[in-house]
């Protein structure tokens, strides 16, 4: 016992540290709800996936999906989907048919047709979305499942 | 001129600074008495800070839009079903509304028979009678806002009474509704006056309220009675040098006080442990009817059928009363009153804006029918017997028009007896 | 109050204000939705890659990604289908966590799979419909009795059972509704009661007149009959559809002189030819009624026993017969048989070519059928003038008539009557919120104030809600006589009638086969077709260019889809060839000529879609082969990528074995014309919108290969098994 005696505590004391403590988790406890009550209750209430056409509505090349925001890329019969968004602050790319790559409007991030970074400041490629078929035969795009890029194409 | 000058113990300095702008050194034992005043005036003030605390949390949610399935009433239902606490918050909100709409006509009641509104608190007595507008205003706005059946329809009606006001009832009707009906318009009208213009107006009137109270010295107490001249700016007791009137000075930050140490205690912890419990008890009570009487939500809004019966919130039943009787020969006078060919002075004129206008205006002119103050500080004296009773009966007038309106009036206002 | 008490009492309070917190915490992590999640996710813990795998809808494989993390220890979450173009948040699937896939076996509420395959992706996608659209309720709520539409008011109620069918018609255009039996049922009954004689129902179902004409109905029967018809109907011939109209004993009287004192000159010109014929004329014209006639498919008689139930679900095309001959007079049958349309216009009796002794023997027959009523037989009634009834008796029937709306179901005949429609419209009635019906003075529990019950009640006693204001507007409403599954099917139909709309991206428009394509035919064809098919009635029963009844199949195309050899023999002398069909083709009697230009013209009807240019179906040695793996699909249901189509054999069969839902193929070569038949295969409910053959989606080669093998003479036995020949 080699600590100090502890202080007695006053029966005011106590009851002063009584009343502040109580009021102080009360106060806690309310900050706490307050901060639940501000928190979105359905952070995620869309479906990830998208529906989108029958794969002849899409022409040869590049086609913006706006409702996904996915870029549908057309060769033959082959299809396949980059997501659009930006994987630096999340801008939507747009298609640069002329020099055949995706340039990010917001600052300035240029990726490949394939989604791979060619410049800066993003740091990762824009992933490609799994791409099938519904019953109707019409494209489906998960968008939260990204695939490997040679797991890109999909013929149809 | 004397200036604050900043001390080096700064945020000390300004925290004694904003203490002590509303709080005396020290205050009068008698004033601490639960009966002095009942606490009705911090009891208002505490419903005050737990609305303006829900409200700011509603606002997260709330979209002053007619939008059926994204607006007010669709952030109503999800308050009520999908947001954590929404239904408490939202029914501590209502609660604590309708709780200050009786504690302020009370506060005015004890004020009153007290005789607290004669000089020099003739100027805080207006204060205090805005600020009871605002509150009814405040709550008036806010009950449009959920876009339901009910709010829609009080709306009408008001706006309605609004307009029988002669010569201004027009444009302040579509002032008001930003139309011809109630719509989209009205809600973000009702939305802006209701978070904002009508708050900040509060926050004015409550501060310059709460400051009277001291530059008024205090507490009205029996011991001003028969001073011929009136209590310092300065502390409840000081006396004011001659000719100051009702101008604040305070020659220096913490004026020392007069009052003698046996008849008054330190605020510091007497008033503030009080200011606490009440403000606790207020929070208890009002989480606690939020906890076991949910908010009620009717139908959405539809301007093609009104709710049976459609009965305003219980504070202005008496209002909707007073519209529903027959004023017999006067309903027949036209406005202007020489012009037969004039829109006709119906019941929402005499009961809704005449009687309501009248009943304010003697309310104000008061403190001013009678020269020399009379009974400060004590309920129901002598002196201003007649008055007090007037004002009884005209308060528990209202109280039995209200009454009426709340449990004896049936479907199409029709008055019935349901037990 | 020293200051100790002031530090307990805050502090006490401060413990107050804590203790309230803490009960609304609990509250809240307490809730019905949360403990389903937490049921959900250990129910569905084992094999769940194997079930993400299987899962065939986003929403499915949304569940059981969400099932997986709750497992893996998150906070059980809310979930929504939003649906913004029906503008609907749906948050029903919070709580019913499978109603896509089946995810749970042998499942209860709330983790039961959504019954029967409404939702296939291919019909009703939920991402794309919601819940409320079909359902009602409050699709925002998330606690049950809420979300039913049990305690908010201005929800509607959830709806379930057939109730959930009055959602149909708000996309669907199409008649009858596939997969909308009670709607379907509710219409039929509707239009046939007359509802619409009465109310306004909208669009719809414009108004109809179901019953008889009134005119000259001193020609057709007896004031004795009429009497005791107008009394009580249903004592009289029970199944009838007349209802039962509140009229006092001097109202009917009244009303009796009226419609006797109105004869026919035509009828009783007919006179007494029939009066008296022989013994026998009777029993060979019943002998007629029964085989050629086929009257018993749609008549019911004494003796004469239809064989199934009604072709439409509790719908009878055409009256009871018995008793027949205690209502009508001899000369009035002979006028009906000779001309059915001018006497009974809205009915669809066909017309007999019968002629002498045949027509005399069926009106022998007719006239036989007595009832226990012990009614005055009704035989020729000469108009008596002594016995005309005064000009008030006539204008006290007059009264009677206009103000039970007897105009709304009859042609009266009487230029005098109003056809105003005498009960309220009922075009938006399925829009009545539950505080808009008035109760009157019927006592009903609070639970049961909604629009279903109210329906229901009024339609089992129309008088029941009658108060004090009856006196001045008494309820006139007769009283129909539904069975249970009737009054729900009727009460479906008004449910669905709603001014609530969808976006017209929902709509299924009502196929737009027939009327596009006969057209194109030429103006000739409706042209020689049109004096025939309204002789002989045909286009009662059989619809053509959309217009017809649809007792029977549509004639359009006929010419590409039937031979003409067999259509000729089939007229002649018509046998049944679907199984379990209710009402046969009854024989004509048309003569040589006439069924020389029938051919004609039906074979000038043609479906452009049926195109002549598919490959010959048999004949070549290629096609054996194509046969051979027709035979193989249409017994195993395996198509030619390897997937299960159906199973052909399950309804039909080529030869033997096989189903007898559908009709029996062997002889189908003779029948059908092989263009035809691959088109029919292809197309499915696109080239018959109204089939009960599901479609199988075929390919062009598997339609083929198909069609080749029932034009085939390949035996169906399964291979290997060696089944008899």
């Given at each position: 016992m080699t600590d100090p005696a502890p202080q007695p505590l006053s029966r005011r004391g106590f009851l002063q540290a009584a009343a502040v403590g109580l009021a102080a988790v009360a106060t806690g406890l309310a900050a706490f709800m307050a901060a639940r009550f501000i928190t979105p209750a359905l952070p995620h209430a869309q479906l990830s996936d998208f529906t989108l056409d029958l794969p002849a509505a899409y022409p040869e090349g590049q086609s913006f999906v706006p409702t996904a925001r996915i870029f549908i890329e057309r060769r033959g019969n082959r299809f396949r989907c980059l997501s659009a968004e930006c994987t630096h602050l999340g801008c939507i790319v747009a298609w640069n048919a002329p020099r055949r790559e995706f340039d990010c409007p917001c600052h300035g991030s240029v990726f490949t047709a394939d989604g791979a970074v060619l410049k800066g400041p993003a740091a990762r490629p824009l992933p490609v979305l799994r791409l099938t078929r519904d019953a109707g035969g019409r494209l489906l795009v998960q968008r939260r499942t990204s695939v490997a890029p040679d797991q890109a194409w999909i013929t149809i | 001129m004397n200036t604050i000058t900043p001390t080096p113990d700064r945020p000390r300095s300004a925290y004694r600074n904003f203490y002590h702008h509303l709080h005396p050194l020290r205050i009068r034992r008698d004033s601490l008495r639960p009966a002095a005043t009942f606490g009705l005036g911090l009891i208002a003030v505490s419903l005050v800070i737990i609305i303006v605390l829900t409200g700011l949390l509603l606002m997260f949610h709330y979209v002053p839009s007619t939008d059926p399935t994204a607006g007010a009433y669709a952030s109503m239902q999800d308050l009520r079903w999908i947001v954590p606490f929404g239904r408490l918050v939202r029914a501590m909100h209502r609660w604590a509304a309708h709780f200050l709409v009786l504690v302020v006509v009370l506060h005015l009641a004890s004020v009153f028979l007290r005789g607290a509104f004669q000089v020099p608190r003739r100027t805080n007595w207006l204060c205090g009678l805005g600020l009871l507008l605002l509150v009814l205003a405040e709550s008036f706005t806010g009950y449009l806002l959920p876009w339901d059946q009910l709010a829609y329809w009080a709306t009408v009606v008001a706006s309605n009474i609004a307009g029988a006001v002669p010569l201004l009832g027009g444009w302040l009707r579509q002032v008001l509704l930003g139309g011809s009906d109630v719509s989209q318009v009205t809600l973000v009208r009702f939305y802006a006056l209701h978070v904002f213009a009508l708050p900040l107006l509060m926050f004015i009137l409550l501060a310059i309220h709460l400051w009277r109270v001291r530059i008024d010295g205090g507490l009205a107490h029996r011991s001003e009675n028969g001073v011929s001249v009136y209590p310092s700016p300065l502390g409840e007791g000081a006396a004011p040098a001659a000719g100051e009137g009702l101008r604040p000075r305070t020659p220096e930050p913490h004026p020392p006080t007069r009052l003698s140490e046996d008849s008054s205690l330190p605020t510091w912890p007497h008033l503030v442990l009080r200011e606490a419990a009440i403000f606790l008890a207020c929070l208890a009570v009002v989480a606690a009817a939020a906890l076991f009487f949910d908010a009620p939500l009717g139908e959405p809004a539809n301007p093609a059928h009104a709710p049976e019966p459609a009965k305003a919130a219980w504070y202005f039943l008496g209002l909707q009363e007073l519209v529903s009787y027959d004023y017999g020969p006067l309903s027949r006078l036209h406005w202007p009153p020489w012009n037969s060919a004039g829109p006709v002075l119906g019941p929402e004129f005499w009961g809704g804006v005449l009687l309501p206008f009248l009943l304010f205006t003697a309310l104000c002119a008061v403190p001013y029918l009678r020269a020399k103050p009379c009974g400060i500080g004590i309920y129901f004296a002598l002196g201003r017997r007649w008055s007090c009773i007037i004002f009884l009966a005209a308060l528990l007038t209202i109280a039995a028009l209200t009454f009426v309106g709340y449990f004896l009036r049936g479907p199409n206002w029709i008055l019935t007896w349901t037990w | 109050m020293n200051l100790d008490r002031l530090y307990s009492l805050v502090a006490a309070l401060s413990l107050t204000v804590l203790a309230v917190l803490l009960a609304a915490l609990w509250t809240e992590s307490d809730q019905p939705w949360q403990w389903y999640q937490k049921e959900f996710a250990a129910r569905t813990a084992a094999d769940r890659p194997a079930r993400l795998a299987a899962a065939s809808t986003p929403m499915a494989r949304r569940q059981l990604f969400d099932a997986i993390e709750l497992a893996d220890g998150r906070q059980p979450a809310l979930r929504e289908i939003a649906v913004p173009q029906l503008g609907e948040v749906s948050r029903c699937v919070t709580c019913h966590v499978a109603v896509t896939e089946p995810l749970v076996a042998r499942a209860e509420f709330p983790f039961k799979k959504h019954p029967e395959s409404y939702l296939d992706p291919r019909w009703h996608p939920v991402e794309r419909y919601g819940c409320l659209i079909c359902h009602g309720g409050e699709g925002r709520a998330t606690d049950a009795d809420a979300a039913h539409g049990l305690e908010v008011r201005g929800a509607t109620p959830r709806r379930s059972g057939e109730y959930v069918q009055a959602a149909c018609s708000r996309c669907h255009r199409e008649r009858p509704i596939v997969a909308a039996p009670a709607w379907n049922l509710g219409r039929a009954l509707v239009a046939e009661n007359g509802c619409s004689g009465c109310h306004d129902l909208g669009p719809d179902l414009p108004g109809a007149l179901t019953g008889p004409p009134l005119s000259g109905l001193g020609s057709k029967t007896t004031a004795a009959w009429l009497t005791e018809w107008l009394r009580d109907p249903a004592a009289v011939r029970p199944d009838t559809r007349m209802p039962r109209t509140p009229l006092a004993a001097e109202e009917i009287k009244s009303l009796v002189a009226l419609l006797s004192n109105s004869r026919e000159r035509q009828v009783d010109a007919l006179g007494d030819e029939f009066t008296s014929l022989p013994v026998d004329f009777a029993r060979r014209g019943r002998t007629l009624a029964q085989q050629d006639l086929a009257c018993a498919d749609c008549h019911d008689f004494p003796g004469l026993q239809r064989p199934g139930g009604y072709p439409i679900p509790g719908r009878r095309l055409a009256l009871n017969l018995a008793g027949a001959g205690d209502k009508l007079t001899p000369a009035w049958i002979a006028a009906l048989l000779d001309d059915p349309a001018r006497r009974l216009p809205t009915a669809e009796m066909p017309r007999y070519g019968l002629a002498g002794d045949d027509r005399r023997a069926l009106i022998a027959f007719l006239a036989g059928l007595r009832s226990s009523l012990k009614l005055p037989p009704p035989g020729r009634q000469p108009a008596d003038p002594a016995m005309a009834p005064n000009d008030a008796e006539l204008r006290k029937g007059r009264d009677v008539l206009a103000r039970q709306g007897c105009p709304s179901c009859h042609i009266t005949g009487d230029p005098t009557s109003s056809e105003l429609r005498i009960g309220p419209s009922l075009a938006t009635v399925g829009d009545l919120q539950p505080w808009q019906i008035d109760w009157g003075s019927a006592t009903v529990s609070p639970g049961d104030r909604h629009l279903i019950t109210y329906f229901l009640r009024k339609l089992q006693r129309p008088r029941q809600f009658h108060d004090d204001l009856g006196a001045v507007n008494p309820l006139r409403m007769p009283t129909f006589r539904f069975s249970g599954p009737q009054s729900r099917a009727v009460a479906t139909y008004l449910l669905s009638r709603s001014v609530r709309t969808v976006p017209d991206e929902y709509l299924v428009p009502r196929s737009a086969g027939p009327t596009a394509f006969v057209s194109s035919v030429g103006e000739s064809v409706p042209g020689r077709l049109a004096p025939l098919l309204s002789r002989y009635r045909c286009t009662a029963c059989h619809a053509l260019a959309g217009q017809g009844g649809a007792i029977a199949p549509a004639l359009d195309g006929l010419g590409t889809k039937l031979r003409t050899d067999w259509l000729r023999d089939y007229l002649a002398a018509p046998s049944p060839i679907r199984p379990g069909i209710q009402v046969s083709m009854p024989r004509l009697f048309l003569a040589p000529a006439e069924l020389d230009a029938i051919m004609v013209a039906l074979n000038a009807v043609a479906d452009p879609r049926v195109s002549a240019d598919v490959p010959a179906i048999s004949g070549s040695n290629a096609m054996a082969t194509e046969a051979e793996l027709g035979r193989k699909l249409f017994l195993t249901g395996v198509g030619s990528d390897g997937e299960t189509v159906g199973v052909c054999a399950a309804c039909h069969r080529h030869g033997s074995p096989g189903g007898a839902a559908g009709p029996d193929l062997t002889h189908a070569a003779a029948r059908l014309q092989s263009e035809w038949v691959y088109a029919w295969l292809r197309l499915g409910h696109r080239l018959?919108?109204?089939?009960r053959m599901p479609s199988f989606n075929l390919s062009d080669t598997e339609a083929r290969r198909l069609a080749a093998f029932v034009f085939s003479d390949l035996p169906a036995k399964t291979p290997g098994q060696g089944g008899k020949p």
């Amino acid at each position: 016992m080699t600590d100090p005696a502890p202080q007695p505590l006053s029966r005011r004391g106590f009851l002063q540290a009584a009343a502040v403590g109580l009021a102080a988790v009360a106060t806690g406890l309310a900050a706490f709800m307050a901060a639940r009550f501000i928190t979105p209750a359905l952070p995620h209430a869309q479906l990830s996936d998208f529906t989108l056409d029958l794969p002849a509505a899409y022409p040869e090349g590049q086609s913006f999906v706006p409702t996904a925001r996915i870029f549908i890329e057309r060769r033959g019969n082959r299809f396949r989907c980059l997501s659009a968004e930006c994987t630096h602050l999340g801008c939507i790319v747009a298609w640069n048919a002329p020099r055949r790559e995706f340039d990010c409007p917001c600052h300035g991030s240029v990726f490949t047709a394939d989604g791979a970074v060619l410049k800066g400041p993003a740091a990762r490629p824009l992933p490609v979305l799994r791409l099938t078929r519904d019953a109707g035969g019409r494209l489906l795009v998960q968008r939260r499942t990204s695939v490997a890029p040679d797991q890109a194409w999909i013929t149809i | 001129m004397n200036t604050i000058t900043p001390t080096p113990d700064r945020p000390r300095s300004a925290y004694r600074n904003f203490y002590h702008h509303l709080h005396p050194l020290r205050i009068r034992r008698d004033s601490l008495r639960p009966a002095a005043t009942f606490g009705l005036g911090l009891i208002a003030v505490s419903l005050v800070i737990i609305i303006v605390l829900t409200g700011l949390l509603l606002m997260f949610h709330y979209v002053p839009s007619t939008d059926p399935t994204a607006g007010a009433y669709a952030s109503m239902q999800d308050l009520r079903w999908i947001v954590p606490f929404g239904r408490l918050v939202r029914a501590m909100h209502r609660w604590a509304a309708h709780f200050l709409v009786l504690v302020v006509v009370l506060h005015l009641a004890s004020v009153f028979l007290r005789g607290a509104f004669q000089v020099p608190r003739r100027t805080n007595w207006l204060c205090g009678l805005g600020l009871l507008l605002l509150v009814l205003a405040e709550s008036f706005t806010g009950y449009l806002l959920p876009w339901d059946q009910l709010a829609y329809w009080a709306t009408v009606v008001a706006s309605n009474i609004a307009g029988a006001v002669p010569l201004l009832g027009g444009w302040l009707r579509q002032v008001l509704l930003g139309g011809s009906d109630v719509s989209q318009v009205t809600l973000v009208r009702f939305y802006a006056l209701h978070v904002f213009a009508l708050p900040l107006l509060m926050f004015i009137l409550l501060a310059i309220h709460l400051w009277r109270v001291r530059i008024d010295g205090g507490l009205a107490h029996r011991s001003e009675n028969g001073v011929s001249v009136y209590p310092s700016p300065l502390g409840e007791g000081a006396a004011p040098a001659a000719g100051e009137g009702l101008r604040p000075r305070t020659p220096e930050p913490h004026p020392p006080t007069r009052l003698s140490e046996d008849s008054s205690l330190p605020t510091w912890p007497h008033l503030v442990l009080r200011e606490a419990a009440i403000f606790l008890a207020c929070l208890a009570v009002v989480a606690a009817a939020a906890l076991f009487f949910d908010a009620p939500l009717g139908e959405p809004a539809n301007p093609a059928h009104a709710p049976e019966p459609a009965k305003a919130a219980w504070y202005f039943l008496g209002l909707q009363e007073l519209v529903s009787y027959d004023y017999g020969p006067l309903s027949r006078l036209h406005w202007p009153p020489w012009n037969s060919a004039g829109p006709v002075l119906g019941p929402e004129f005499w009961g809704g804006v005449l009687l309501p206008f009248l009943l304010f205006t003697a309310l104000c002119a008061v403190p001013y029918l009678r020269a020399k103050p009379c009974g400060i500080g004590i309920y129901f004296a002598l002196g201003r017997r007649w008055s007090c009773i007037i004002f009884l009966a005209a308060l528990l007038t209202i109280a039995a028009l209200t009454f009426v309106g709340y449990f004896l009036r049936g479907p199409n206002w029709i008055l019935t007896w349901t037990w | 109050m020293n200051l100790d008490r002031l530090y307990s009492l805050v502090a006490a309070l401060s413990l107050t204000v804590l203790a309230v917190l803490l009960a609304a915490l609990w509250t809240e992590s307490d809730q019905p939705w949360q403990w389903y999640q937490k049921e959900f996710a250990a129910r569905t813990a084992a094999d769940r890659p194997a079930r993400l795998a299987a899962a065939s809808t986003p929403m499915a494989r949304r569940q059981l990604f969400d099932a997986i993390e709750l497992a893996d220890g998150r906070q059980p979450a809310l979930r929504e289908i939003a649906v913004p173009q029906l503008g609907e948040v749906s948050r029903c699937v919070t709580c019913h966590v499978a109603v896509t896939e089946p995810l749970v076996a042998r499942a209860e509420f709330p983790f039961k799979k959504h019954p029967e395959s409404y939702l296939d992706p291919r019909w009703h996608p939920v991402e794309r419909y919601g819940c409320l659209i079909c359902h009602g309720g409050e699709g925002r709520a998330t606690d049950a009795d809420a979300a039913h539409g049990l305690e908010v008011r201005g929800a509607t109620p959830r709806r379930s059972g057939e109730y959930v069918q009055a959602a149909c018609s708000r996309c669907h255009r199409e008649r009858p509704i596939v997969a909308a039996p009670a709607w379907n049922l509710g219409r039929a009954l509707v239009a046939e009661n007359g509802c619409s004689g009465c109310h306004d129902l909208g669009p719809d179902l414009p108004g109809a007149l179901t019953g008889p004409p009134l005119s000259g109905l001193g020609s057709k029967t007896t004031a004795a009959w009429l009497t005791e018809w107008l009394r009580d109907p249903a004592a009289v011939r029970p199944d009838t559809r007349m209802p039962r109209t509140p009229l006092a004993a001097e109202e009917i009287k009244s009303l009796v002189a009226l419609l006797s004192n109105s004869r026919e000159r035509q009828v009783d010109a007919l006179g007494d030819e029939f009066t008296s014929l022989p013994v026998d004329f009777a029993r060979r014209g019943r002998t007629l009624a029964q085989q050629d006639l086929a009257c018993a498919d749609c008549h019911d008689f004494p003796g004469l026993q239809r064989p199934g139930g009604y072709p439409i679900p509790g719908r009878r095309l055409a009256l009871n017969l018995a008793g027949a001959g205690d209502k009508l007079t001899p000369a009035w049958i002979a006028a009906l048989l000779d001309d059915p349309a001018r006497r009974l216009p809205t009915a669809e009796m066909p017309r007999y070519g019968l002629a002498g002794d045949d027509r005399r023997a069926l009106i022998a027959f007719l006239a036989g059928l007595r009832s226990s009523l012990k009614l005055p037989p009704p035989g020729r009634q000469p108009a008596d003038p002594a016995m005309a009834p005064n000009d008030a008796e006539l204008r006290k029937g007059r009264d009677v008539l206009a103000r039970q709306g007897c105009p709304s179901c009859h042609i009266t005949g009487d230029p005098t009557s109003s056809e105003l429609r005498i009960g309220p419209s009922l075009a938006t009635v399925g829009d009545l919120q539950p505080w808009q019906i008035d109760w009157g003075s019927a006592t009903v529990s609070p639970g049961d104030r909604h629009l279903i019950t109210y329906f229901l009640r009024k339609l089992q006693r129309p008088r029941q809600f009658h108060d004090d204001l009856g006196a001045v507007n008494p309820l006139r409403m007769p009283t129909f006589r539904f069975s249970g599954p009737q009054s729900r099917a009727v009460a479906t139909y008004l449910l669905s009638r709603s001014v609530r709309t969808v976006p017209d991206e929902y709509l299924v428009p009502r196929s737009a086969g027939p009327t596009a394509f006969v057209s194109s035919v030429g103006e000739s064809v409706p042209g020689r077709l049109a004096p025939l098919l309204s002789r002989y009635r045909c286009t009662a029963c059989h619809a053509l260019a959309g217009q017809g009844g649809a007792i029977a199949p549509a004639l359009d195309g006929l010419g590409t889809k039937l031979r003409t050899d067999w259509l000729r023999d089939y007229l002649a002398a018509p046998s049944p060839i679907r199984p379990g069909i209710q009402v046969s083709m009854p024989r004509l009697f048309l003569a040589p000529a006439e069924l020389d230009a029938i051919m004609v013209a039906l074979n000038a009807v043609a479906d452009p879609r049926v195109s002549a240019d598919v490959p010959a179906i048999s004949g070549s040695n290629a096609m054996a082969t194509e046969a051979e793996l027709g035979r193989k699909l249409f017994l195993t249901g395996v198509g030619s990528d390897g997937e299960t189509v159906g199973v052909c054999a399950a309804c039909h069969r080529h030869g033997s074995p096989g189903g007898a839902a559908g009709p029996d193929l062997t002889h189908a070569a003779a029948r059908l014309q092989s263009e035809w038949v691959y088109a029919w295969l292809r197309l499915g409910h696109r080239l018959v919108p109204a089939t009960r053959m599901p479609s199988f989606n075929l390919s062009d080669t598997e339609a083929r290969r198909l069609a080749a093998f029932v034009f085939s003479d390949l035996p169906a036995k399964t291979p290997g098994q060696g089944g008899k020949p």
